[in-house]
Structure formats: structure tokens, C-alpha cells
């Protein structure tokens, strides 16, 4: 191989795949004298991460977290000097929607890159809807819910989850990225305590961190949505309706919350089929509305977050099929 050939070229990064490609060359400037590349070990041990962590990132799965990737970055000699297109390249990547996630139809597909917001009016005048895109990019809600394991203990900054992104966008961070103050994160070990594991369906508030000042939120719901089972990773628990309704009954007990933006509970790596689950989901919305008359329950909005082609058709079809839910035009 050429000097040429060895050189990486962070400007030419557009997707995940040119990212994969890039980083590879880095680590083969970065091998020591017999080395092809830098292996994923290798690099896993210089950056303090388990080898089954880097594994996705490296080989085009999905897209790294932004720490991460700084910390891989630097482990392969990129200096604080020339961080600056590498870190462009990677939100070009992110801004892009070619994060890819595992289909329940088999293969993968990419996140929405686009955002929209779809309503539905009921009959005393709440509306239901449908935010598409990056949960990254939703303002302007007061709650976000987070879809929790009856642990109640949230993801790793570097998984791919809704967890895993409220944690780290809530928690407070230099300017190379570097978590300071795991805000979200310590305020629900400190709510919980020694309590584990929860009752499925548990519903518990917490502040919403740095997420107040980026994004507008004002709280957090976690919701014990999946629960952990030994060989077997998490599932969906049995009753994701009552998840909903805990979750709408804590939302109520906050001062002046108006909108509350739902995951699809279970729906991820805890592999919930769609459609039943937005069912049950939306049928849960319409009761509490149907039980909490406007006259005294303060939230009028709750949003479902569809993050794929795929979720979205699902709400989509639910919501259609909804009695008493007329589309707003």
C-alpha cells in the first residue's frame, strides 16, 4: 500500500460506509511495524471500551457516539490541532439520517432524515400525534419519556437507544464532548436507591439535565418498559398500555406540562412487534383523555416518536384506524 493510499481524507465522508472506509486507513497508519491495522482490541484497550463495543462502529453497523468517536479519534494519533474535519465529517454523517437499525421485517434501514410532526384531534379537542425524525431534534416538548429496563438503570452513552441518548444529551459536557455531570443518570439512581428491580410499568420523573436548555424539556419519564432476561437480553414487558397510562399519571402530577413525546416502548432492541404496541400505546392516550376531562388535566398534546419509514407507517395506520381521532389538515 502507497503513502498515498494510507492517507485518510476526512472530507470525503458523507456516510457511514465512508467513515468506516476513513477510520480504517487511520488505523493502518496508526500499525506498529508487523500490523496490518490497529485491531478493534487493540484500539478498545487504548480507549478504555469493550471490544463488543467498537464492533458495530467499526465495521458500518451504525454509527459511533460522538465520545466515541473522539476517543478513537485521538487513540490513532489524530492531535487536538486536526480534530475539527473529523468532527465535521461525523455530523455530516449524523445530520444526514444514515444511521442504520435493525428491521422487524428482517435487514436494516436508515433513520428518517427528515423531521415532520403529524396531529389528530379528538373529540374534546387534545391532540395525538406522530413526531418523525431524531429524537435529538424534537423541541419545544415539555416531557420526554424514556424507555427503561425494571432496573431502572439507563444505557451506556455509546449504545444506540433512547436511554442511551437522553442520558448523554442531558448530562452536562466540556467542549470536546467529555461527560462532567451525568445529571439525568444520578438523579434516577438517587430516586430509586436500592429499590431494583421495579414493578413493570413503573413511572418515575426526573429533571431533564442539559436537555432543558437545548431542547426545551422540562422533565424526564422513566418507564419500565423492558425487562432483562439472563441469555436472553430484554423484552418488552406484557402490559405496555398501563406503561402509557403510569406514565400520563406522573406527567399530570408535574406543574404546568402540556405535551409529553413517547418512544415506542419496547419497540427497539427489545424487539416488541410495531403495530400491536402502537395499538396498545394509542389506546392507552385516548382512555386517559377519555378519564381526564380537559376541565382539569393539564396535558392536551402526547406525541408517539417514530424514528424510522417503518414506525411511522405503523402510527400512521394505528392512528387512521383510531376511533375519534379526525387527521388536522
Not at 11 to 34: F, K, N, Q
Not at 282 to 308: C, I, K, M, Q, R
Request: glycine share 10%; proline share 5%; hydrophobic share 40%.
Amino acid at each position: 500500500m502507497t503513502l498515498g493510499e494510507l492517507e485518510p481524507r476526512p472530507g470525503t465522508i458523507h456516510t457511514v460506509e465512508d467513515l468506516v472506509r476513513e477510520l480504517r486507513r487511520l488505523r493502518r497508519r496508526a500499525a506498529r511495524p508487523g500490523q496490518v491495522q490497529v485491531s478493534i482490541r487493540e484500539l478498545a484497550a487504548r480507549i478504555h471500551r469493550a471490544p463488543s463495543t467498537l464492533e458495530p462502529y467499526l465495521n458500518g453497523k451504525r454509527l459511533c457516539p460522538a465520545d466515541v468517536y473522539e476517543d478513537m479519534l485521538r487513540a490513532l494519533g489524530i492531535t487536538p490541532d486536526q480534530l475539527r474535519p473529523w468532527l465535521d465529517a461525523w455530523e455530516r454523517v449524523a445530520d444526514g439520517g444514515l444511521t442504520q437499525v435493525p428491521s422487524q421485517r428482517g435487514g436494516r434501514q436508515r433513520l428518517l432524515s427528515h423531521s415532520s410532526t403529524v396531529r389528530y384531534r379528538t373529540a374534546s379537542g387534545r391532540t395525538v400525534g406522530v413526531v418523525a425524525g431524531d429524537l435529538r431534534r424534537v423541541t419545544g416538548v415539555d416531557v420526554w419519556v424514556n424507555s427503561e429496563n425494571t432496573d431502572m438503570r439507563m444505557s451506556r452513552f455509546e449504545e444506540y437507544s433512547v436511554s442511551a441518548i437522553i442520558r448523554f444529551e442531558g448530562a452536562v459536557r466540556d467542549e470536546t464532548g467529555h461527560v462532567l455531570d451525568d445529571r439525568v443518570a444520578d438523579e434516577l439512581e438517587a430516586r430509586v436507591g436500592g429499590r431494583r428491580p421495579v414493578a413493570a410499568g413503573t413511572a418515575i420523573a426526573t429533571g431533564a439535565g442539559a436537555l432543558t436548555d437545548h431542547n426545551g424539556v422540562r422533565h424526564i419519564i422513566h418507564v419500565a418498559a423492558v425487562r432483562g432476561e439472563p441469555g436472553e437480553g430484554y423484552r418488552q414487558v406484557a402490559d405496555i398500555g398501563r406503561c402509557v397510562t403510569n406514565a400520563l399519571t406522573e406527567a399530570e402530577r408535574l406543574t404546568d406540562v402540556r405535551s409529553i413525546v413517547f418512544p415506542l416502548l419496547g419497540a427497539g432492541v427489545a424487539a416488541g412487534v410495531l403495530e400491536p404496541t402502537v395499538d396498545a400505546m394509542v389506546g392507552a392516550v385516548t382512555d386517559h383523555f377519555v378519564t381526564h376531562g380537559p376541565e382539569w388535566s393539564g396535558l392536551d398534546t402526547v406525541y408517539l416518536l417514530a424514528s424510522t419509514a417503518e414506525e411511522l407507517d405503523a402510527c400512521r395506520r394505528v392512528l387512521d384506524a383510531t376511533p375519534d381521532l379526525a387527521p388536522e389538515h
